[in-house]
């Protein structure tokens, strides 16, 4: 079975960063698409990062602030999140397939492995 569990969220002042993971367990994540997603309750889920065999993708939203990347020795992938702002406060996902379709990477509907979620707050 698939398992990804994340950790790393927390609660931090504006302008602070934190650093999430995820560790992924049934599949290798230098085989899949490893992605981040958020979401605040009443909301769709937003890609915020993906790693793919063709480079790292970021939403608008985020780019120049966070940067995703794995370790695959660890089979875990990482958010570090700089200048953080109160609106990037949500639950983080960590989401994985080993097929996406270029262009659909930032489409949660394309996702078939989710991780628990972890709690992000900024104020």
């Known amino acids: 079975d698939v398992q990804l569990v994340e950790s790393g969220g927390g609660s931090v002042q504006a302008g602070g960063s934190l650093r999430l993971s995820c560790t992924a367990s049934g599949l290798n994540i230098d085989e899949s698409d490893m992605s981040w997603c958020r979401q605040n309750p009443g909301n769709e889920c937003e890609l915020v990062s993906s790693?793919?065999?063709?480079?790292?993708i970021y939403a608008d939203s985020v780019r120049g602030r966070f940067t995703a990347s794995q370790d695959n020795a660890k089979n875990t992938v990482y958010l570090q999140m700089n200048s953080l702002k109160p609106e990037d406060t949500a639950m983080y996902y960590c989401?994985?397939?080993?097929?996406?379709?270029?262009?659909?990477?930032?489409?949660?509907?394309?996702?078939?492995?989710w991780g628990q979620g972890t709690q992000v707050t900024v104020s």
């Open positions: 989401a994985s397939d080993s097929v996406i379709l270029p262009g659909r990477e930032l489409e949660a509907s394309q996702y078939t492995y």
């Open positions: 790693i793919t065999p063709r480079g790292t």
